[in-house]
């Protein structure tokens, strides 16, 4: 595609200084196909939700809980609490932690794209062993590989997008993968709606359809290129310049490609990358990182991705309507998304942070409350309640959407320092997956002991974000990465006492 020509910083970890590059057909269709690894891991989050309401499927693997289910005196609250159902959803998260360590140094070793192509390889195992599943065993089976498939994805895909994107769009590109995992949630809904008709075996299309964006990426990452900076960290210069030249569409590379061998060469020598990440002067960046991930999975918002269906079901809407209701928080997540892409440049991560959590609090407070005043253990609820609730349920999905969710992957992506970028973004996945796995397991039987208070107990949370994104979190909008610590960490009213210089040098002695 041709492009302008335009002056700023490459995609190889660079700051302040001025490179050339076009926007090049290159790098939007690698930034497409990578980010089709949020495709996947949006697919799996949506899906699993809508199968576990499915009758046919609880029948085959949770016999226990479709009884209770049907039971008419069955506490509304407790109708799935049983641990291995949980643990269907929940076992993904847990192997996609361990995957995403293994995948920071196959990122390193043997390159982003090949990292890329194992998770694609992983995914489609994993959705044939789902599809195929005879028992629990093989169900199981396949929800871990389907998390290694995560873990390899969630850990090179936004890595690979940053370093091939040039500095101006690299924002926009990040989120790209946070709306295609939203898009992903929809297409599940959607998936789980068509199948949930289709007796007695709609959820094995529902676990197999997996396996189409895992193709798309897995075709797909046969014709994306490696980025330039993993060629120059392994060695290969050559080949590095060949690219940088063909993905920034432009001949005059040498200075970006100076300042990715200069930035490859320092982190070179620092061999202990996690060993550096633990220093004072990355601790901010590193407590920052892991307090942005925990408080996404905290504001509640997998309870409605994982068990939108199920948690409809519970306030009295019949099947059908549960997994059309998922459909629209589904279509609701995907919209507000898209207008995170648009202001997240303009607006700041901060102001965006603040007014969302303002937003959330206030409509999990009126649910909780609705909830328990109208939705005792064993009645059903009006429908217009039921109505209300899905409406607030919207307010606090686009809340989410526009901002925990996306800038709970960008912030960290853009604060740590190129030397322990790759380790430090490895705490931001792996603290996703395990609140997410914690969230997952726990919430259907948080649910069945505190009832509607549980959605008290997420509005808490949201406060105490709300207080954080006020005074612990700095503003990173429009700051070249390489001046973060300069400009952002140094300057702030609490974080500046790890810059405090006697501890540096003591620190590097
Ligand atoms: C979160 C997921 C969540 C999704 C919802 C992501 O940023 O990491 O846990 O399900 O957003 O859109």
């Given at each position: 595609?041709?492009?302008?020509v335009?002056?700023?910083?490459?995609?190889?970890?660079?700051?302040?200084?001025d490179?050339?590059?076009?926007?090049?057909?290159?790098?939007?269709?690698?930034?497409?196909?990578?980010?089709?690894g949020?495709?996947?891991?949006?697919?799996?989050?949506?899906?699993?939700?809508?199968?576990t309401?499915?009758?046919?499927?609880?029948?085959?693997?949770f016999?226990?809980?479709?009884?209770?289910?049907?039971?008419?005196?069955?506490?509304?609250?407790?109708?799935?609490?049983?641990?291995?159902l949980q643990?269907?959803?929940?076992?993904?998260?847990?192997?996609?932690?361990?995957?995403?360590?293994?995948?920071?140094?196959?990122c390193?070793?043997?390159?982003?794209?090949?990292?890329?192509?194992?998770?694609?390889?992983f995914?489609?195992?994993?959705?044939?062993?789902?599809?195929?599943a005879?028992?629990?065993?093989?169900?199981?089976?396949?929800?871990?590989?389907?998390?290694?498939?995560v873990?390899?994805?969630n850990?090179?895909?936004?890595?690979?997008?940053?370093?091939?994107?040039?500095?101006?769009?690299?924002?926009?590109?990040?989120?790209?993968?946070?709306?295609?995992?939203?898009?992903?949630?929809?297409?599940?809904?959607?998936v789980?709606?068509?199948?949930?008709?289709?007796?007695?075996?709609?959820?094995?299309?529902?676990?197999g359809?997996a396996a189409?964006p895992?193709?798309?990426?897995?075709?797909g990452?046969?014709?994306?290129?490696?980025?330039?900076?993993?060629?120059?960290?392994?060695?290969?210069?050559?080949?590095?310049?060949?690219?940088?030249?063909?993905?920034?569409?432009?001949?005059?590379?040498?200075?970006?490609?100076?300042?990715?061998?200069?930035?490859?060469?320092?982190?070179a020598?620092?061999?202990?990358s996690?060993?550096?990440?633990?220093?004072?002067?990355?601790?901010p960046?590193?407590?920052?990182?892991i307090?942005?991930?925990?408080?996404?999975?905290?504001?509640?918002?997998n309870?409605?991705?994982?068990y939108?269906?199920?948690?409809?079901?519970?306030?009295?809407?019949?099947?059908?309507a549960?997994?059309?209701?998922?459909?629209?928080?589904?279509?609701?997540?995907?919209?507000?998304?898209?207008?995170?892409?648009?202001i997240?440049?303009?607006?700041?991560?901060?102001?965006?942070?603040?007014?969302?959590?303002?937003?959330?609090?206030?409509?999990?407070?009126?649910?909780?409350?609705?909830?328990?005043?109208?939705?005792?253990?064993?009645?059903?609820?009006?429908?217009?309640?039921?109505?209300?609730?899905?409406?607030?349920?919207?307010?606090?999905?686009?809340g989410?959407?526009?901002?925990?969710?996306?800038?709970?992957?960008?912030?960290?992506?853009?604060?740590?320092?190129?030397?322990?970028?790759?380790?430090?973004?490895?705490?931001?996945?792996?603290?996703?997956?395990?609140?997410?796995?914690?969230?997952?397991?726990?919430?259907?039987?948080?649910?069945?002991?505190?009832?509607?208070?549980?959605?008290?107990?997420?509005?808490?949370?949201?406060?105490?974000?709300?207080?954080?994104?006020?005074?612990?979190?700095?503003?990173?909008?429009?700051?070249?990465?390489?001046?973060?610590t300069?400009?952002?960490w140094?300057?702030?009213?609490?974080?500046?006492?790890?810059?405090?210089s006697?501890?540096?040098?003591?620190?590097?002695t």
């Amino acid at each position: 595609m041709p492009g302008v020509v335009i002056a700023e910083s490459g995609g190889g970890g660079g700051g302040g200084e001025d490179f050339p590059a076009k926007l090049t057909k290159q790098v939007i269709v690698c930034s497409i196909i990578a980010a089709c690894g949020g495709l996947m891991f949006g697919y799996d989050i949506g899906i699993s939700g809508g199968v576990t309401s499915m009758d046919d499927f609880l029948i085959k693997f949770f016999p226990l809980v479709y009884a209770k289910k049907h039971h008419v005196k069955e506490n509304n609250y407790c109708k799935y609490d049983n641990q291995y159902l949980q643990l269907f959803t929940s076992s993904l998260y847990l192997a996609a932690i361990v995957a995403s360590f293994i995948a920071s140094m196959t990122c390193k070793k043997f390159g982003r794209k090949v990292t890329i192509q194992a998770a694609s390889v992983f995914f489609v195992m994993g959705s044939v062993l789902n599809a195929a599943a005879k028992d629990l065993g093989m169900l199981i089976a396949g929800r871990i590989c389907l998390g290694v498939g995560v873990g390899f994805g969630n850990q090179a895909v936004p890595l690979f997008i940053s370093e091939i994107a040039p500095t101006r769009y690299r924002g926009a590109l990040n989120i790209c993968f946070q709306l295609l995992i939203t898009v992903g949630i929809l297409l599940a809904n959607f998936v789980n709606y068509g199948t949930s008709r289709l007796h007695p075996y709609g959820w094995r299309i529902s676990l197999g359809g997996a396996a189409v964006p895992a193709l798309i990426l897995l075709v797909g990452s046969l014709l994306i290129v490696e980025t330039p900076t993993s060629l120059i960290e392994r060695g290969k210069k050559d080949e590095g310049l060949k690219i940088l030249r063909k993905i920034r569409g432009v001949e005059d590379v040498e200075k970006e490609y100076e300042m990715i061998l200069r930035a490859t060469e320092s982190a070179a020598i620092e061999k202990h990358s996690y060993r550096k990440l633990m220093q004072r002067s990355n601790r901010p960046q590193l407590l920052v990182t892991i307090a942005l991930q925990i408080f996404q999975q905290f504001t509640g918002i997998n309870v409605i991705m994982f068990y939108a269906p199920v948690l409809f079901q519970t306030i009295g809407f019949g099947s059908d309507a549960s997994l059309l209701s998922a459909v629209v928080t589904g279509g609701v997540n995907v919209l507000a998304t898209f207008v995170a892409n648009l202001i997240v440049d303009k607006a700041g991560r901060k102001s965006l942070l603040i007014e969302a959590a303002v937003q959330m609090f206030i409509a999990q407070s009126v649910m909780g409350g609705i909830l328990t005043t109208h939705l005792k253990a064993t009645n059903s609820m009006s429908n217009k309640y039921a109505m209300i609730v899905l409406l607030l349920i919207c307010v606090f999905v686009s809340g989410f959407a526009w901002s925990w969710g996306p800038l709970g992957w960008l912030i960290p992506s853009e604060i740590f320092p190129l030397e322990v970028r790759n380790a430090g973004f490895f705490f931001a996945v792996a603290t996703n997956m395990l609140f997410t796995f914690l969230i997952a397991q726990a919430f259907l039987t948080m649910l069945c002991h505190m009832q509607s208070g549980i959605f008290f107990f997420f509005a808490a949370w949201v406060l105490i974000m709300f207080l954080f994104a006020i005074f612990l979190l700095p503003e990173t909008k429009g700051i070249p990465i390489d001046e973060m610590t300069e400009r952002v960490w140094k300057k702030h009213w609490y974080w500046k006492k790890y810059y405090n210089s006697d501890d540096i040098k003591k620190e590097s002695t």
